[in-house]
């Protein structure tokens, strides 16, 4: 990671081209907005002032951005010279007409500077996008005011509410941007496009350009009929992930548009404001610091001359099923040729089926081309035989979850692959280590924990084992990216961090139903917390048949989960679990209930009335009581790593930062006081508090040795 003080400080290039002037902001690495950038923008519109015969002005960025947008770690700071509001506002009321040339990315500040310009054109290769929400914010420099008054609301809404980012041709279609430039020296295009439209709008003293703020077609139906954005809004905001940030940025938009711009950009800097200081905030930026951070894993960050990450030019998975199909698709979509092998003509051909189904699902949703998706699935190869696999740089099995049965694939791989091949294992569980010792070269192997589906799900965990090489490594961290994924290494350990925290939450469930309550409430209690689905309703999803086998290969038991799968109850696929379904809407059935009723008695235990404070309690202190022995194991480096692990890829409500994040919150001495009284209510000795919670530090950082970065 570059030193920021090694950093040059940010400056505007300025060069004339006739009457068009360009302002090139050069601010490494990603043109964000901090104080000195803003400060040397404001300065170069100054000298523009001071040139004769001064026609219009291009803002541009460099190749990679436009500008990333606001510098989040001046949030909350003075702002002793020119606001980022205060900048948007002096280039939008310029009286030269103001070009900005968009390549790279345009995000968050960095789009609301554009769309203060009076004309915006991008590079084809071009992204932009208002992410604030991701961080529990809203817009704060005009954009709840000003991209529906390009776009529409309803186009406004999506944008903001799920901070999604739009290519170049989106953009153009949309009218974010007026034109996609192709071809040649950009910055020289911009100028030319810029100069050629002199005529239309040449702007002066008397008669400036046309703002965004005055651009009133696009809003004047929604302005006219009060109540049209919350109604447009409404199935968002039901979904929403952050639902505080996204009223906030739904009031502020609608404001704006019933209102009257200046009303709403107003409201808009208010509720900001508000939002920068919230719980949500710093989760959000601490999520933001926490990928950051995981992009550089101590092991890779201390061994700087053994980290070359090999070229990964065609790749193999094993195993044609659920998780291999959507591996295969996702580094088919990366543009990475591979082989998938089966080990029977039927399981390939339905593999390879089922791919091509997924594929075109999403042409049929306009996410994919007919022929970007041919092209990707052209990408993809079958094969019978594991000879095909000898020209692979990296070889990703994704078979049943069967240690015996992955430690015969990996022998038969030791003796195909290359030698230098990079071996990986998809186990959720299972001992990487005990895989690799049946490799000649146990250090080309590693585990690479891909989430379902594989080719959507960012996260994903990877398992450095006792022998793997900081270069094989190297390797698998570089391939994720390159998948679109956020890598978070971990070490070796059953389950490792996100499987190992859940597998703690499952038991706790469990003994919840034995003790009284039903699997609804704790479903309830979860999802009213912010999860997307609550344990028992997740279980039936999986197939509970997954779990049981996985408990009858480690010798445990549990209760209430057996005896539901010994009824032929193994979730939706059979139509019934802990809940029964029609389709996929869950019912509560009174057979549940009489099986947990069952077992309580069996084993004696008094059923009592559980209220959702303890239910939510007894499920996310022991996980976070496991994060606290799994970072003093060392096999998670950082609280971050596995916040970002639960958040990315087991459904932790982002806005409230992840299990470890959550635990500062609340405070580590209030949990580890309540584990104790749960202890001792339940004779649960595994709930004694874990040292972190004892001897954290009030950063975060827990006690030294515990595995920080």
């Not at 505007?12 to 302002?23: C, E, I, N, T, Y």
């Not at 007409?97 to 790279?104: F, H, N, Y």
């Not at 199935?235 to 906030?248: E, G, I, Y």
């Not at 997740?538 to 005896?563: E, H, K, P």
Request: net charge negative; charged share 25%; glycine share 10%.
């Amino acid at each position: 990671m570059t030193d920021r003080s090694s950093r040059p400080a940010p400056r505007v290039a300025l060069s004339r081209h006739d009457d068009v002037v360009l302002l090139t902001l050069l601010a490494p690495p990603v043109n964000a907005l901090g104080q000195a950038a803003r400060t040397a923008i404001a300065q170069a519109l100054d000298d523009v002032a001071d040139l004769s015969g001064v026609r219009a002005v291009v803002l541009t960025g460099t190749e990679k951005a436009f500008s990333a947008g606001a510098d989040i770690t001046e949030f909350g700071g003075s702002t002793d010279r020119i606001s980022l509001p205060e900048l948007v506002d002096r280039i939008e009321s310029l009286a030269l007409p103001v070009t900005a040339a968009i390549s790279g990315v345009a995000l968050g500040g960095g789009l609301e500077l554009a769309m203060a310009a009076h004309r915006r054109v991008a590079h084809p290769e071009a992204l932009l996008g208002l992410p604030e929400i991701t961080l529990g914010l809203i817009p704060g420099a005009g954009g709840t005011g000003r991209l529906p008054r390009l776009v529409g609301p309803e186009r406004a809404l999506a944008m903001i509410l799920t901070g999604t980012r739009v290519g170049a041709a989106t953009a153009e279609g949309d009218g974010l941007i007026d034109a996609v430039l192709d071809g040649g020296d950009f910055s020289c295009a911009a100028v030319a496009w810029a100069a050629s439209r002199l005529d239309e709008e040449p702007g002066t003293e008397s008669t400036p350009p046309t703002r965004t703020r005055d651009l009133n077609r696009r809003i004047a139906e929604a302005s006219a009929v009060p109540g049209t954005i919350e109604r447009l809004a409404a199935p968002a905001l039901r979904k929403a992930k952050d639902p505080f940030a996204a009223r906030a940025a739904v009031d502020s938009l609608a404001a704006g548009i019933e209102q009257g711009f200046d009303a709403g950009a107003e409201l808009e800097r208010e509720k900001f404001l508000e939002r920068l200081a919230s719980d949500e905030s710093a989760a959000g930026r601490h999520l933001f610091a926490a990928e950051r951070a995981s992009r550089t894993p101590r092991a890779l960050a201390t061994a700087p001359g053994e980290t070359a990450a090999r070229d990964v030019r065609r790749a193999g998975v094993i195993g044609a099923g659920t998780m291999g199909g959507g591996i295969a698709l996702a580094l088919a979509t990366a543009g990475v040729p591979v082989t998938v092998v089966e080990t029977s003509a039927e399981a390939l051909d339905r593999g390879l089926t089922q791919v091509r189904a997924t594929l075109d699902v999403s042409v049929s949703h306009g996410s994919r081309s007919p022929q970007r998706a041919n092209e990707q699935f052209a990408r993809i190869s079958g094969s019978l035989d594991y000879a095909d696999l000898a020209s692979a740089d990296l070889i990703i099995e994704a078979a049943f979850e069967d240690l015996d049965v992955k430690k015969e694939i990996f022998a038969r791989l030791d003796a195909h692959a290359s030698e230098d091949a990079v071996l990986a294992t998809n186990t959720s569980y299972l001992d990487v280590d005990a895989l690799a010792a049946t490799t000649a070269h146990p250090g080309r192997v590693l585990g690479m924990h891909f989430f379902s589906p594989a080719n959507v799900m960012e996260l994903v965990e990877v398992v450095r084992g006792e022998a793997t090489e900081t270069r094989v490594l190297a390797t698998a961290v570089s391939l994720a990216r390159r998948l679109g994924k956020c890598p978070v290494v971990v070490g070796v350990c059953h389950g490792f961090v996100g499987n190992r925290m859940l597998e703690v939450r499952a038991r706790q469930a469990e003994a919840l139903l034995l003790e009284g309550a039903l699997p609804g409430q704790v479903d309830d209690a979860l999802t009213g917390f912010g999860f997307r689905m609550g344990p028992f309703a997740m279980a039936d999803l999986a197939g509970l048949d997954i779990g049981w086998r996985n408990r009858q290969a480690r010798g445990t038991t549990a209760a209430v989960s057996d005896a539901l799968c010994e009824a032929g109850r193994f979730g939706q696929k059979t139509g019934a679990g802990f809940f029964a379904y029609q389709g996929r809407e869950r019912q509560e059935d009174p057979a549940v209930t009489d099986i947990i009723e069952a077992a309580s008695a069996e084993q004696g235990i008094e059923r009592r009335e559980i209220d959702s404070a303890e239910i939510l309690e007894r499920l996310l202190y022991p996980m976070i009581n496991e994060g606290a022995r799994i970072l003093a194991e060392d096999i998670a480096e950082r609280p971050g790593d596995i916040d970002l692990i639960w958040v990315k890829g087991y459904n932790w409500p982002a806005h409230r930062g992840g299990p470890m994040f959550y635990a500062q919150q609340i405070g580590c001495a209030r949990i580890a006081d309540r584990l104790r009284q749960h202890a001792r209510a339940t004779g649960d000795p595994t709930l004694e508090p874990a040292p972190w919670l004892t001897e954290a530090t009030p950063d975060g950082q827990g006690a030294p040795g515990n595995g920080r970065a």
